[in-house]
């Protein structure tokens, strides 16, 4: 975990909330499928390799896919076993674990496959590891269920084969759908509010920054390490890194375990249902429907603006310094420290926020975000769509 403490030669910073859920609407197609803003296009051209017409239907075809993937999981029920978007044939395929589930699926639209393991099969194993983590070496990094592969995938430093598995028998899991592979980076949290806006808050006497993820009825959303239950959240630092104009008050926070948490805000500052695209605009947020694998997604935050990538695995478990934290989503977009709390989403469909990852906006990297349902589910909050 990785926070940005503010330097102290800012010079005076004032924020207004309103930017920090920012900007204006982006146009409807007829289809009811969104079309992104200029700024957002052009994020998905130079991080995705895409024409701005590709980027455009890339949008439409993966919202049809997202509603599609929850009517085939409605379904065949305990036969789902993960559903992969492709982004270059902008197909869907769904893998089941018996013919007759699979003859659904085709004839409900999407392609089939037929495997060994069912999600909840694969869901049990990462729920074993995670009850087993307090005996996990240093060297492990984290697990996650691999819906394309089939299989539980452990992360390790390099070299750490030998505590993986360990780790799998401590936990009682066969290596039958676990895979080993190696990585050279620890990860970690990029704490440094239009959603993508900064905040700032106190650790101890220390000032740091993290960013908004989406405003709520009342607030908005972050992750959970960026300020415990109770804190207090700013939006002016001053050139001696004094922090003033309190927006609110961390209404509710959880970290390790979750990285989840959203501030109340006072008085004066209202939430919008926009987030800040970091070209001049904004992306106005419809709804919160969870994409598929393989899905494009963008995300915004203070440090390094908006970056874009594919989802890369879901139910991915990540062991920071702090502590581990489970149920988070795996992507190959960047990101760097004061990111965290971050906005992400698929075309203007809210995803989540950004917790931590490995690597950087130079040379690449892997970053994982909070989904953003199971915190509105757990505070009862209502997301802010326009």
Request: proline content about 3%; glycine content about 16%; aromatic content about 6%.
């Amino acid at each position: 975990m990785r926070k940005t403490r503010l330097p102290w030669a800012l010079g005076g910073t004032a924020l207004a909330f309103g930017l920090v859920v920012t900007a204006g609407a982006p146009a409807a197609a007829e289809t009811g499928a969104p079309e992104g803003s200029p700024e957002q296009l052009a994020a998905m051209q130079r991080d995705l390799g895409l024409t701005e017409r590709e980027a455009t239907t890339l949008l439409r075809d993966q919202q049809e896919a997202s509603a599609l993937e929850a009517e085939v999981r409605a379904a065949i029920g305990g036969a789902f076993a993960g559903a992969v978007f492709d982004i270059d044939t902008r197909g869907l395929t769904v893998s089941v674990t018996d013919a007759d589930a699979a003859a659904t699926v085709r004839g409900l639209g999407a392609a089939a496959e037929v495997v060994e393991y069912s999600e909840s099969d694969l869901d049990a194993v990462v729920g074993d590891l995670n009850a087993a983590e307090a005996s996990a070496g240093d060297d492990i990094t984290g697990w996650y269920v691999d819906a394309e592969a089939n299989e539980v995938v452990v992360t390790v430093l390099d070299g750490g084969g030998a505590e993986a598995r360990e780790l799998l028998a401590d936990a009682g899991v066969t290596a039958e759908p676990v895979r080993v592979v190696e990585t050279g980076e620890r990860p970690r949290t990029f704490a440094t509010i239009v959603g993508g806006n900064p905040y700032y808050f106190y650790e101890g006497s220390d000032p740091y920054v993290c960013s908004v993820g989406f405003g709520v009825v009342g607030g908005y959303v972050t992750a959970g390490h960026c300020g415990p239950t109770g804190s207090a959240a700013y939006n002016t630092v001053s050139s001696g890194g004094t922090l003033s104009n309190q927006l609110g008050t961390v209404g509710g926070s959880v970290f390790p375990g979750s990285d989840m948490g959203y501030v109340r805000l006072g008085s004066g500052h209202t939430p919008t249902a926009r987030v800040n695209n970091y070209g001049g605009g904004s992306v106005t947020v419809t709804g919160s429907q969870e994409a598929a694998v393989g899905a494009s997604v963008c995300r915004s935050g203070q440090t390094t603006g908006w970056h874009c990538g594919t989802i890369q695995s879901k139910n991915q478990t990540v062991r920071y310094v702090e502590g581990s934290v489970s149920g988070l989503t795996r992507t190959n977009a960047c990101a760097e420290g004061g990111d965290s709390g971050g906005s992400w989403l698929a075309g203007t469909q809210a995803q989540g926020v950004t917790s931590g990852g490995s690597g950087n906006c130079t040379v690449g990297g892997t970053t994982y975000f909070q989904p953003l349902n199971p915190i509105l589910s757990r505070w009862g909050l209502t997301l802010l769509t326009g």
